[in-house]
């Protein structure tokens, strides 16, 4: 490793898939700042149940989750911020010290979209539909 610090930003979604990659982090104790902005879903945290049945949509998170609590729980530094300002310091004190830290960044539930809409890139067939 260089020993450089490293700042990685991902969304809630996105953490769900690598997010054990936590203990590596902290086992090697690398100088790496993960910022999780956490809108609780996959889109939004606000998407209704397709199937209109009461309980929640498969793209809602737990409301309130505390990502910091697992960086903290391999031996890192956990952080929650919920104001620019807040993460700005968090930021800053995770790149000055060179520990594994977490920043779980809470951003309105109401945040966010389809990653890269994607649907709309994809080329049309010349081959007619049958």
């Known amino acids: 490793t260089t020993g450089k610090p490293v700042l990685a930003i991902e969304g809630d979604s996105a953490f769900g898939f690598s997010g054990m990659e936590v203990e590596t982090i902290c086992r090697y104790n690398l100088p790496i700042c993960i910022v999780i902005f956490n809108n609780s879903g996959v889109y939004k945290g606000t998407d209704t149940n397709p199937s209109g049945h009461a309980d929640v949509a498969p793209t809602v998170f737990v409301k309130g989750a505390r990502y910091d609590k697992m960086m903290e729980a391999f031996g890192g530094i956990g952080a929650t911020a919920e104001t620019p300002d807040e993460l700005d310091k968090e ?5 000055t010290s060179g520990k594994p830290t ?29």
């Open 91 to 95: 930021i800053e004190r995770a790149l």
């Open 102 to 130: 977490l920043i779980n960044a809470v951003i309105d539930e109401n945040a966010g979209t389809e990653s890269g809409r994607i649907g709309n890139l994809n080329p049309q067939s010349s081959i007619s539909k049958l």
